[in-house]
């Protein structure tokens, strides 16, 4: 069975930092695509960034290009958000999804596999 687990959420104050993890067990991150979303309440799932584990591919959505950046921790089966300069609009759940191949895409429903989410609250 495949499991997606987010950690690191929390609380931060406005410019600060928090870093994310997304760990796998019942799958390897040798030749997936791995994927950041959120949503925030009331508003529809958006994809953040994401990142090829067979080629290191990497792509942010533009509202968090220069503040977030993606990287894989491939030994540990674990791919990790840096999200610096928070602003309270990145205040969300943040999902982490996987699917099999190279292609990096913010299209949700290209994924196979979903975290159960780490909330993200930045306060001003």
């Known amino acids: 069975e495949v499991q997606l687990v987010e950690s690191g959420g929390g609380l931060v104050q406005a410019g600060g930092s928090l870093r994310l993890s997304c760990a796998a067990s019942g799958v390897t991150f040798d030749d997936y695509a791995v994927g950041w979303f959120r949503q925030a309440p009331g508003k529809e799932r958006e994809g953040v960034s994401y990142i090829s584990t067979i080629d290191g591919t990497t792509s942010y959505a533009d509202s968090v290009k220069g503040r977030f950046a993606i990287s894989g921790d491939y030994p540990k089966n674990t791919v990790h958000l840096q999200m610096n300069n928070l602003k309270t609009e990145d205040t969300a759940v943040y999902y982490c999804?996987?699917?099999?191949?190279?292609?990096?895409?913010?299209?949700?429903?290209?994924?196979?596999?979903w975290g159960q989410g780490t909330q993200v609250t930045v306060s001003s």
């Open positions: 999804a996987a699917h099999p191949g190279t292609v990096v895409t913010g299209r949700a429903e290209e994924y196979d596999y």
